[in-house]
C-alpha cells in the first residue's frame, strides 16, 4: 500500500473480476482520474489467495495474509475493499465503518448484512463495467481519508511464479529443461527430499509461527519446499523467497543448488488452489525416473502448519490418497476418535502409500517430515552416500566389454 496512491485492496479467491480490475486499474484512463483526484496513482495489493494469483500473472503485490485482512483497512489508507468468497471475515464490515474503506461484495453467496457493505454482484458479460464501477468507487474515496494514515515500513522482496513448466526451464533452460536434474540431485543427496508446504493462517497460534520454523527446519536439513497459499505469504514476510536466502537459511548441499541454478529454497506455486500444482511436480520427478514408480515412492512429504479451512481437509485428502505423508499443525478433527484415527494415520498407507499425520509443534512436525523422506530415501537405496569410484580408461574398457 502507499499513502498518496490509491489503494485498492484484493481480498477472496475467485481469479476473473480480479484480473479485469488489474487491466482496468492499469488503463491511463483511471490513472489520469486518480490523478485528477489528488492521488499520484493507484496501487494494488492483495489478501488471501487472490493475492497470490494476481501475483503470479501480474506482479501484484501481497499485503497480507488471511489474518491481516482487517489491518489492512485500519491503515487509513484502504480507499476500497473488495471481496469474493471463502476466508472473508464478516467483521471486516465492521471494520471499514469505523473507517473511510468502501467495502464492495461481489459474490451472491458472501452478501454481507451490515449496511455500510456495497454489493456489485460481478457478471462475467458485464465484467468491464463492474470493475470500472469498483474502481471509480475507490479513487472517489481516495479524498475521504479522515484518520491518520499508518502504512507499516517493512517491505520483503520475493520471487514467485513457480509452476511446473518454470521449474523444469529453471534445472536447464529451454534447451535441456528436465526434472532429471532435481531427481539427480535428491539421488546423489545434495537435495535430501521435497516438502509441499500449504495452507491457512490459523488464530489459534502465534501468527505465521508455525509456518515459518517448520519451513525453516525443513530447508536447514536440505529439503527443498514448494509453498502456497498463506504459507507462501509467511514465507515472503520471513524473506525465505529469494534466492540469496539459501546461503543464510538452508545447509550445504540444498544452498549448493539453489546457489547453482539460481532459486529460493522455497518455491511459491501460487495460491492455495493451485496445490495441483505440487502433485504435478511430484508426477514430473516420477516420469524423470531414478526415484520409483509411483508419488508414494518418492522422497516427499505435505504439511499444513495452521490450517484452519474445511478446504484445507479436502486438499490434504487428496495429496494422501496421491501418495503422500501430510502432517497437519494446530489441532485435527479426528483426535476424539482413536479407531478412525488409527485407519488415517495407518491404514491408507496400505491402500494408497500416503496417509495423515498430526503434530503441533513445527520443530517435531518437521521432523515427522524429514524422518518419512529418509524411509522413502532408505526404500530407494539413496540414503548412504556412494563411494566415488574414478575410472581409467582400461577400467571403462572392461566395463563395456
Ligand atoms: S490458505 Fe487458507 S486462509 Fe489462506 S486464503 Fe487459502 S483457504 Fe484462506
Avoid at 40 to 48: D, E, K, P, T, V
Avoid at 318 to 342: D, E, H, I, L
Wanted: aromatic share 6%; with cysteine; net charge negative.
Amino acid at each position: 500500500m502507499k499513502e498518496d496512491h490509491v489503494n485498492l485492496v484484493i481480498h477472496g479467491h475467485e481469479p476473473i473480476l480480479s484480473e479485469v480490475i488489474v487491466q482496468v486499474a492499469n488503463t491511463q484512463e483511471m490513472i489520469d482520474y486518480a490523478k485528477e483526484k489528488g492521488a499520484r496513482g493507484i496501487q494494488l495489493s492483495g489478501i488471501c489467495c487472490t493475492a497470490n494469483e494476481l501475483l503470479q500473472r501480474h506482479g501484484v503485490p501481497l499485503c497480507g495474509t488471511f489474518l491481516q485482512q482487517e489491518l489492512a483497512i485500519i491503515t487509513g489508507a484502504c480507499d476500497a475493499m473488495v471481496v469474493d468468497i471463502q476466508c472473508i471475515m464478516q467483521n471486516v464490515a465492521n471494520v471499514a465503518n469505523c473507517f473511510h474503506t468502501k467495502l464492495i461484495t461481489t459474490h451472491p453467496i458472501a452478501k454481507m448484512e451490515q449496511e455500510n457493505v456495497i454489493h456489485i454482484e460481478f457478471d462475467e458479460h458485464h465484467a468491464v463495467e463492474d470493475a470500472t464501477k469498483i474502481v471509480k468507487m475507490a479513487i472517489d474515496n481516495f479524498a475521504n481519508r479522515s484518520s491518520e494514515v499508518m502504512i507499516p515500513r517493512q517491505k520483503a522482496p520475493l520471487v514467485a511464479g513457480f509452476g511446473v513448466e518454470s521449474v523444469k526451464y529453471h534445472l536447464g533452460g529451454s534447451f535441456r529443461g528436465d526434472y532429471y536434474t532435481l531427481n539427480d540431485n535428491i539421488i546423489n543427496g545434495r537435495i535430501r527430499g521435497i516438502g509441499g508446504v500449504v495452507g491457512c493462517n490459523n488464530a489459534r497460534t502465534r501468527h505465521n509461527e508455525g509456518h515459518v520454523e517448520i519451513v525453516k527446519e525443513l530447508i536447514k536439513n536440505d529439503v527443498i519446499v514448494l509453498t502456497t497459499g498463506c504459507n507462501a505469504i509467511a514465507c515472503a514476510m520471513a524473506g525465505l523467497l529469494t534466492p540469496e536466502s539459501a546461503a543464510v537459511y538452508c545447509g550445504d548441499g540444498l544452498a549448493e543448488v539453489c546457489e547453482t541454478v539460481g532459486i529460493p529454497p522455497v518455491l511459491h506455486v501460487g495460491s492455495c488452489v493451485d496445490n495441483s500444482r505440487i502433485l504435478l511436480a511430484a508426477t514430473e520427478v516420477v516420469k524423470a525416473g531414478g526415484l520409483g514408480n509411483d508419488i508414494s515412492d518418492l522422497p516427499v512429504a505435505g504439511s499444513a502448519p495452521e490450517w484452519m479451512s474445511e478446504k484445507a481437509i479436502s486438499i490434504g485428502h487428496y495429496f494422501v490418497v496421491s501418495g503422500v505423508y501430510t502432517v497437519f499443525g494446530v489441532t485435527f478433527p479426528t483426535a476424539g476418535a482413536p479407531v478412525f484415527q488409527r485407519y488415517l494415520f495407518k491404514g491408507l498407507e496400505e491402500l494408497y502409500g500416503g496417509m495423515w499425520d498430526f503434530e503441533s509443534d513445527p520443530i517435531k512436525h518437521a521432523w515427522k517430515m524429514i524422518n518419512h523422506i529418509d524411509k522413502k530415501r532408505a526404500a530407494l537405496g539413496i540414503d548412504k552416500a556412494r563411494e566415488r569410484v574414478l575410472m581409467d580408461f582400461a577400467a571403462r574398457q572392461a566395463l563395456e566389454a
